[in-house]
């Protein structure tokens, strides 16, 4: 019998993702703190955003952080992924798969 060591990540009830290693789950807990932190900035804006539109643009800019930074730093943006951008409600269907594979991009 093996024994293995998964790491889940839990916000607010929900199960989120399930990680090989601890570091990987910090790392993706920290983007979430990160999008949680963007979408109540986001709130302020002068300009109107569905709590969809305002959740999924904010979790982009925190798996984006690095880019970002560059961006705000005054670089030139560079090309990024053509994947779309998923809102936090999204990722759970995937970590509850007991066979789901680790996530490896967490910021």
Known sequence: ???????????????KMTFASKKEADAYDKM??????LGEWLQQAP????????EALSFYLAEHKEALTQILRGAAPQAVSQKPAK????????SKDPQSRTE???A
Do not use: F, H, I, W
């Open 32 to 37: 979430l703190d990160l999008a949680d932190s």
């Open 47 to 54: 300009l109107t955003l569905e709590e969809d539109q305002r």
């Open 1 to 15: 019998m093996a024994v293995e060591v998964k790491y889940l990540v839990v916000r607010n009830g929900e199960e």
């Open 104 to 106: 490896k991009q967490a």
């Open 87 to 94: 809102a936090k409600g999204d990722k759970p269907a995937a």
